[in-house]
């Protein structure tokens, strides 16, 4: 069998995405070596990157900033975010060890200057006393119980995909404790599930009554980035 009929019959036959057979994926125009220990990173996470850099430079102008991004995976968010704007220190924090080793390399190839810490959530931030101007996250945001196809499932890792109940478990943990990580002047940027627009305002205006909340759709036209300016917490 020559590589290209093995590597054919393991996308067609085994159903293993293509990104784990040749070992990378692109992101921002970054090589990101993935595993199945980390999320493949997907396109809309790409925009979710351009919001981050478009509402900083609205918000924060040229200035040096402290950015989070929280349940990192691959690290791509972090490292794009490290690789695009010198303004920017970033730390990125993950539950999985296994996840960081990963991130850790990508951001060795790709020279990017990131700080990880592990743990769960807000966790490692606060107990290290952590501020910062900016967090974003793409947590897990699959409700429990809805159909995930069978090459997402079996290759992708259940910690990454799955948020509770309602999909909403880690907006909540975050929203609900990001007064202690955040600076006065700050911005939060989400991805998540195009059906939670609503839940999503009412979650940050419960948190951020004094914030501007912004639902915006991906390219498939679909409600995917929640961004809330804070002028002042
Ligand atoms: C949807 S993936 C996103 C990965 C990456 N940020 C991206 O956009 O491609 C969610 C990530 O959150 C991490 N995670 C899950 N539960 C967590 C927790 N309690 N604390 C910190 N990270 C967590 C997972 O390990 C996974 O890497």
Request: without cysteine.
């Amino acid at each position: 069998m020559t590589i290209f009929e093995e590597a054919t019959s393991k996308y067609l036959e085994q159903r293993i995405p293509v990104q784990h057979i040749i070992g990378y994926s692109y992101f921002y125009g970054y090589q990101m070596k993935v595993n199945s220990q980390v999320l493949i990173p997907r396109p809309e996470t790409e925009e979710l990157v351009s919001y981050v850099l478009q509402t900083y430079d609205q918000v924060f102008q040229d200035a040096a900033v402290d950015v989070v991004d929280i349940g990192t995976g691959s690290g791509a968010i972090a490292i794009a975010l490290a690789k695009e704007e010198p303004h920017f220190s970033v730390v990125a924090t993950d539950i999985s060890h296994e996840a960081l080793v990963v991130a850790k390399e990508n951001a060795r190839r790709n020279e990017a200057k990131v700080s990880f810490l592990e743990g769960d959530m807000m966790e490692p931030l606060i107990s290290q006393q952590l501020r910062f101007d900016i967090l974003v996250s793409n947590p897990p945001y699959i409700p429990e119980d809805e159909y995930v196809e069978d090459m997402v499932k079996k290759n992708e890792p259940n910690v990454a995909l799955f948020g509770g109940v309602d999909g909403m478990h880690f907006y909540e943990i975050i929203l609900s404790q990001a007064h202690h990580i955040l600076k006065e002047k700050n911005i939060i940027l989400f991805e998540h599930s195009h059906s939670k627009k609503k839940k999503m305002i009412a979650l940050a205006n419960r948190y951020f009554p004094n914030g501007k909340v912004e639902v915006i759709q991906d390219l498939n036209g679909k409600d995917r980035f929640t961004i809330i300016v804070n002028e002042k917490i």
